[in-house]
């Protein structure tokens, strides 16, 4: 099979960073799977910029490979009549439209049938890429879509050219200019600063983009900015966050990337500092600088313009919108000190709405208090920091620079506040916020913590916005996980059982089950478990989560134990043992242990039972000293003796160890 290189550049208006967020790494997944549905196998590499998505191939078929096609007729046994072909048989020649002479006889399932075949030619995929970029474009979901001009089709962005380049052939396909509505042409598009010129080969193509101000490489954009600020930093002697985030914005909102330093009034920095960063990252993509470990009054800018001249004029101007932002700010910051309520919830919260018929937030606030009521009775804390933090901890959703920075809330809290202990708990009340992000510091804020996420569980569950699929709106799973993250951190007793039934007379309705099932739903990708150590802990009848989570961890040794083999064939054998028996003896007779063996296991057992175990850890580590007697009792002792209490007596024991395992969860159901 012949192959050639093949480019394919959809040129399109700006992409949202909204949308190259949540589509571009499936691009290139959906482009393989057109491909393979329609048999074509080529190595594909996809590039892309704010203004093109670019798949590259070197080896891409300029023809399918030949098929055979076969068809089986009528067996041979009907297939004539004396001699002259039967009505099967002249059927299948009709439809095939072949003679009598064509057909073959061969053998299917130990008979024998007319036979034909013919071989296929493959087609030229330069007639497929129609159909295949038709479809892949389709496929595409970068989120909203939008018509322009005259064009009824839906895409992100309108697209102005679609450039397809096969073993150096332009291809042309109408079809697509015309339901995309733009002019189809051979002519490449550089950096805006930059001239348009027609391409006749692939090298070209990329030549001609570099050279002219893009660079295609979303890796190679990125790998320049870092080394750009790097750069900075070492000349200025000054440290900058690299928001990863942010580096992924500014990757896809640029061509050509050039890292500039800017600064602004050193007054700004009496701002908090959270302020400072989030002003720069959200509404500017600037990086935030710092020196001596304090926050610097400068920042890194990332333009995308060619003309060096012009870069002063860049770092000015960002330089006066930045003051104006920060001149706004500081106005905010300052009337906020003055009116912010530093002692009781904020009666002005009732005016706003939590969730459709969950109550306001003041509501919400009080529901809050509650939950950590119940929580304080558990651990050891300064209750008093809790619940007075609580009081205020959504007030600050009535300030002006929370109304300018929704991502401040809690944080500004934190320094309008005029009591030091609160300022902790108040700044560390939505942690986590993400997956993989930092928990809160101190048990205080943990329960915050808690109270926040666990509220909003109940009571969008009470009005069944549960999560489903890869829904979660309400981001509802993030939260479940947070809350198992804090307990474990903080080692909270938490009976979700008992902490819902406590909790009913705040709610319209609570489904318990329903909640308890979502939270054992989160333990596997919150704790990245074996799924069936979590059903074995999930079969020992625990209901406080910490223990259960505490459960999972102690029997995640025996998987992670240099003898796990061993244990997976005693396992085995103690299910076997168990499964189906029914035996009413309530405890092991001492004087029907015979052997040794099953002595030495019955002593360890008592011995066991004696012991003041803390922790599951702890008894899992001494459980897993019973493996050798185990394993000396299966192989020396009949267990199915032929009298009937002697061989009742013996399975009692291996249940007696089983109940000693089944404390922290069923044995059985571990995969190894």
Known sequence: ???????????????????????????????????????????????????????HSLDFPLFLNDEIVEFFGPPLSIAYNDGEPSIATNSFLKKLNI???????????????????????????????????????????????????????????????IFILLNDNFIEIPSLASKYH?????????????????????????????????????????????????DIETKLNIKVEI?????????????????????????????????????????????????NNSLNNGFIVVCNILDTNSFSDVVKGNERVLKARFEDALFFYQNDLNTFNQINTDLRLKNIE??????SIFDKVQREKEIAKILISQIDCNSDVVLKALDISKNDLLSEMVGEFGELQGIMGSYYTNNDKLRIPLKEQ???????????????????????????????????KIPSGSKDPFALRRACSGIIKIIIKFNIPFNLKDILHLLKPQYKQIDTIA???????????????????????????????????????????????????????????????????????????????????????????????????KTPMERVENLLRFKGLLQDFFDNVMINAEEKNIRENRILLVKGIYEEFFKVGDIREISF
């Not at 043992?577 to 004087?591: F, G, P, Q, V, W």
């Open 354 to 359: 939590f969730i459709q018929d969950s109550g």
């Open 515 to 613: 909640i308890i099932n979502f939270f054992y739903e989160r333990l596997e990708n919150t704790l990245e478990m074996n799924q069936s150590i979590i059903n074995a802990a999930l079969k020992s009848n625990q209901d406080d989560l910490l223990q259960i989570c505490l459960q999972i961890e102690a029997l995640n040794k025996i998987i992670k134990s240099d003898d796990k083999d061993a244990f997976k064939s005693l396992f085995k054998r103690v299910a076997n043992i168990l499964k189906n028996t029914n035996i009413n003896a309530e405890s092991i007779n001492k004087d029907l242990l015979l052997q040794i063996e099953e002595k030495n296991l019955y002593k360890a057992l008592q011995d066991f039972r004696n012991l003041d175990l």
């Open 430 to 464: 939505y942690l986590p916020l993400q997956e993989d992000t930092e928990l809160p510091t101190m048990p205080e804020s943990g329960i915050i913590a808690i109270a926040n996420k666990l509220d909003s569980i109940i009571s969008i569950f009470a009005i069944n």
């Open 1 to 55: 099979m012949n192959t050639s290189s093949l480019i394919i550049e959809i040129f399109i208006e700006e992409l949202p960073f909204s949308g190259v967020k949540k589509e571009i790494a499936n691009v290139l997944p959906k482009f393989n799977k057109i491909l393979q549905a329609n048999k074509i196998n080529a190595k594909i590499d996809f590039f892309w910029t704010p203004r093109r998505l670019i798949l």
């Open 99 to 161: 003679t009598k002479d064509e057909v073959q006889i061969k053998q299917k399932n130990g008979k024998d049938f007319l036979y034909y075949s013919s071989t296929l030619k493959g087609k030229q995929t330069s007639i497929l890429l129609q159909d295949i970029v038709m479809e892949f474009l389709a496929s595409l979901n970068f989120g909203k879509s939008m018509k322009w001009g005259i064009n009824d089709t839906l895409f992100i962005r309108p697209i102005r050219n």
């Open 243 to 291: 928001d990863n985030n942010l580096l992924d914005e500014v990757v896809a909102i640029t061509e050509f990337p050039t890292a500039l330093y800017g600064e602004f009034e050193s007054r700004f920095l009496t701002l908090p500092k959270e302020v400072i960063i989030t002003s720069m990252k959200i509404n500017q993509k600037y990086f935030a600088t710092y020196k």
């Open 182 to 230: 733009f002019t189809q042409t051979n002519y490449i598009i550089p950096h805006r600063s930059k001239d348009k010129k027609a391409i006749s080969n692939y090298k070209e193509y990329f030549d001609f983009l570099i050279q002219n101000g893009v660079i295609y490489s979303q890796m190679e954009r990125k790998k320049l900015i870092v080394e750009q600020i790097k």
